[in-house]
């Protein structure tokens, strides 16, 4: 599935749930599933500047030139938050990444229940990840 596939999956996911509380809870289960980043990508590059909680995004790209994303932090929400953008942009081509209006992510909502320094965090999540696939593309 390509990012509008996937934005829109979500999208429909979010739907079924009744209020923001809910949604919320959802979005936190999908931070409970993300893998623990190992301690050795938890660095100060890795580390997303401007987020009231510590998260970090390690990338890397595989054999096939896709990229892989790797993500934690020590907050239920922004770790809930970062698996969002995992699940949306990990095994895309780069260039794909780049490509992707991550402001359509508006239409979850998000933003508009957030404090304000975690919707910040958002866009520095959305920033980091688009560098790492920038530099991705100038590699090759």
């Not at 739907?15 to 289960?29: H, N, P």
């Not at 599933?33 to 997303?48: C, F, G, Q, R, V």
Request: aromatic residues 6%.
């Amino acid at each position: 599935m390509n990012y509008e596939e996937r934005l829109q999956d979500l999208l429909d996911e979010l739907d079924l749930f009744q209020d923001w509380t809910e949604r919320y809870e959802y979005i936190i289960s999908l931070g409970k599933k993300l893998p623990p980043l190992e301690e050795a990508y938890k660095t100060d590059e890795s580390l997303i500047k401007g987020c009231q909680s510590r998260v970090w995004v390690h990338t890397e790209q595989d054999s096939n030139g896709l990229l892989k994303l790797y993500a934690d932090s020590d907050s239920l929400i922004t770790k809930g938050l970062i698996a969002v953008f995992v699940r949306l942009l990990s095994g895309l081509p780069p260039e794909e990444v780049l490509k992707a209006d991550m402001s359509k992510l508006d239409k979850t909502g998000l933003k508009d229940h957030l404090a304000p320094t975690r919707a910040n965090a958002l866009n520095s999540m959305a920033a980091q990840i688009k560098q790492a696939a920038m530099r991705m593309v100038e590699n090759k």
